[in-house]
């Protein structure tokens, strides 16, 4: 909000070139990356006219808003605004996706790791449940790469590993 000053508790004071002011917000907005287009609105407080800006949040996908001159992006902290560091905005660029490291292949397994009967369980459900999805595959080695359970050269994925009960280190079928 421009128009209120905090050193005096947030009272209003006199703005001069409103229309400037107003011009001014809209490009600063244009000029971040990714751009948005500012709600600039105008308000009064105390008989005196104020500028307000709504600043809508950044999508997930699109964060970290940074100003695209400097690359700088900063976070809100509690009554400031701190640059961001590089773990931070790393953080940011890793919660753009959903996490894959469920995908990630569990080395020296196999299909031979798992519950049997869990795995039975699985693929008669999957088939069942969704006959014209994942369960459209016949060949149980296409349906578990389908699925997500093994990567493409047959090995257990973390999510195959953990959802039908392998116990790779045993090398046994099954708990």
């Known amino acids: 909000m421009l128009g209120l000053d905090e050193a005096t508790g947030f ?32 308000a009064e407080v105390d008989g005196l006219p104020v500028i307000v800006c709504i600043v809508p949040e950044c999508p997930v996908a699109q964060k970290p808003c940074f100003i695209t001159t400097s690359g700088k992006a900063y976070g809100r902290s509690w009554d400031g605004d701190d640059v961001l560091s590089d773990l931070e905005r790393t953080g940011f660029l890793v919660g ?39 369960g459209r595959y016949t060949d149980d080695a296409e349906l578990l790469r389908r699925g997500g359970v093994t990567t493409n050269d047959g090995s257990l994925t973390v999510a195959g590993l953990f959802a039908l009960g392998a116990t790779p280190s045993s090398g046994s079928r099954g708990p």
């Open 11 to 42: 009272r209003a004071v006199k703005l001069v070139g409103i229309p400037a002011l107003k011009q001014a917000l809209a490009s600063a907005a244009r000029n971040l990356t990714p751009p948005f287009l500012a709600d600039i609105r105008d």
């Open 96 to 134: 753009r996706t959903h996490p894959r490291f469920d995908r990630e292949p569990v080395p020296g397994s196999t299909v031979d790791d798992l519950d049997e009967e869990l795995l039975d369980a699985w693929t008669k459900a999957v088939r069942t449940r969704v006959p014209q999805g994942l």
